[in-house]
């Protein structure tokens, strides 16, 4: 299993922008896709935000931050980037980032998809 990191995650007033990183080490195989999640607080559900295939690059994200975020892989770092713009107060939690080295027999948005995850970055945003 890899190991991922996050990193980027602090506070930023509504209308600002964060950039998120996921970095991985210390894996053997690498990943078919990455996604973020997000939790807004301790006990509530963890929502998936966005995801990148690793052959193609190719990204999907959630309606809820489609136009605002954008998912980009940098190949040669090992490293998933989660750009964040236009923030609003409802972006904030704690910030995951997951790897799926299996292909999944259901939606990318599944927590059961993904076999390493990192252990989260803070986002919180002020209005």
């Known amino acids: 299993q890899a190991q991922l990191e996050e990193s980027g995650g602090g506070s930023v007033q509504a209308g600002g922008s964060l950039r998120l990183s996921c970095t991985a080490s210390?894996?053997?195989?690498?990943?078919?896709?990455v996604a973020w999640f997000r939790q807004a607080g301790k006990g509530k559900e963890r929502e998936a935000v966005a995801?990148?295939?690793?052959?193609?690059?190719?990204?999907i994200y959630a309606d809820s931050v489609k136009g605002r975020f954008t998912i980009s892989l940098d190949d040669a770092k090992d490293t998933v980037y989660l750009q964040m713009n236009s923030l609003k107060p409802e972006d904030s939690g704690m910030y995951y980032c997951?790897?799926?080295?299996?292909?999944?027999?259901?939606?990318?948005?599944?927590?059961?998809?993904?076999?390493?995850w990192g252990q989260g970055t803070q986002v919180t945003v002020s209005s």
């Open positions: 997951a790897a799926a080295i299996l292909w999944f027999d259901g939606s990318w948005s599944s927590e059961r998809a993904y076999n390493s």
């Open positions: 210390r894996h053997t195989n690498t990943p078919n896709y």
């Open positions: 995801v990148i295939y690793i052959s193609n690059s190719r990204p």
